[in-house]
């Protein structure tokens, strides 16, 4: 059984730091791209950015281009998502997504999907 787990959200006033973890297991990912996707209340979710899970390159969303950083351990079959210099508009449920679709940023083409965590982002 695949589960994407995440965890590292929080409350963090603007211009501080989280860094989202997202816990892989129940398959082997080497085919797969792992992305993070965000959804904010009364809004559809978004994409934040992508890591091929064998070669390591990324792709990211304009928005959070310059302050978020994606990373992957394969060790530790752990996704992550280094976010710095936080403003309120990022606040949202953080959302860990695997897809075979290379670089895909849309989210009917994700397979498995986490539980989401909560980030907020006082002014």
């Known amino acids: 059984q695949v589960q994407l787990v995440e965890s590292g959200g929080g409350l963090v006033q603007a211009g501080g730091s989280l860094r989202l973890s997202c816990a892989a297991s129940?398959?082997?990912?080497?085919?797969?791209?792992m992305g993070w996707f965000r959804q904010a209340p009364g809004k559809e979710r978004e994409f934040v950015v992508a890591?091929?899970?064998?070669?390591?390159?990324?792709l990211y969303a304009d928005s959070v281009k310059g302050r978020f950083t994606i990373s992957r351990d394969k060790a530790e079959n752990t996704v992550y998502l280094q976010m710095n210099n936080l403003q309120p508009e990022d606040a949202a449920i953080y959302y860990c997504?695997?897809?075979?679709?290379?670089?895909?940023?849309?989210?009917?083409?994700?397979?498995?999907w986490g539980q989401g965590t909560q980030v907020t982002v006082s002014s």
């Open positions: 997504a695997a897809t075979t679709v290379t670089f895909s940023t849309s989210p009917p083409t994700y397979i498995y």
């Open positions: 129940g398959r082997t990912f080497n085919s797969y791209y």
């Open positions: 890591i091929s899970w064998s070669g390591g390159s990324t």
